[in-house]
């Protein structure tokens, strides 16, 4: 209880969250990795996954080799960025590393959405004469769209999670809070860092819900 009371001290502390090293600055450096990461992976994923699901072709080999990247920890990944030329890039390294981290989740529910769409109600669209972009836009894409955000909420939060390991890089991010309370055998600043990224994993969490509910092309349909 020392801890958690410390804690509470520590994050009411005006002071902790002022300036370079405070809480607002390792917040908006989190909140840098983890949605550059995260646009990125979906560019790269999602696009992808679509496609496959849609022509049924070859999406059971890139979900394989995209799931390899869950067998790598991302800490070694991220160590070893670091021990190549791309370590002096700056946050290169961490970026790479998060969007590896973050492509799995996407690719596989976002092919496993398309393809478990009712290959009836497709066929019954392509009868009526729709075209495949037609098809794609109208049936399966909001048919898939549930477990698409699935996917995009699953990736959001791990990467919230993950990007605190970025200090371990000597990079920013609430990570650093987490990392300067171990190095100062401050416990309640420990525990005060991961409160900090519990409480933002699970706020970007519910903001995912609530923009899937309002963004869901179902909505309101009967």
Sequence with gaps: MNAISGAYDWLTTGANWQGEKGVWHRLAEHLYFS?????????????????????????????????????????????????????????????????????????????????????????AARGMGMSGGQVFTRVELPLAYPLVMTGLRSAGVQVIATATLAAMAGEGGLGRIITAGFNLQDTPQVVAGALLVAALALLVEGVFVAVGRVLDPMRGRA
């Design 35 to 123: 949605g550059v990461a995260l646009g990125v992976a979906c560019l790269i994923a999602l696009p992808l996954a679509l496609w496959l699901g849609h022509i049924g072709r070859g999406g059971a080999l890139a979900i394989n080799i995209s799931n390899v990247g869950r067998a790598v920890p991302t800490l070694a990944v991220l160590v070893l960025l670091t021990l190549t030329p791309l370590g002096r890039q700056g946050d290169l390294p961490t970026l790479i590393a998060l969007v590896l981290f973050a492509v799995p989740p996407l690719l596989t529910n976002a092919y496993v959405g398309m393809r478990e769409v009712d290959r009836a109600v497709v066929e």
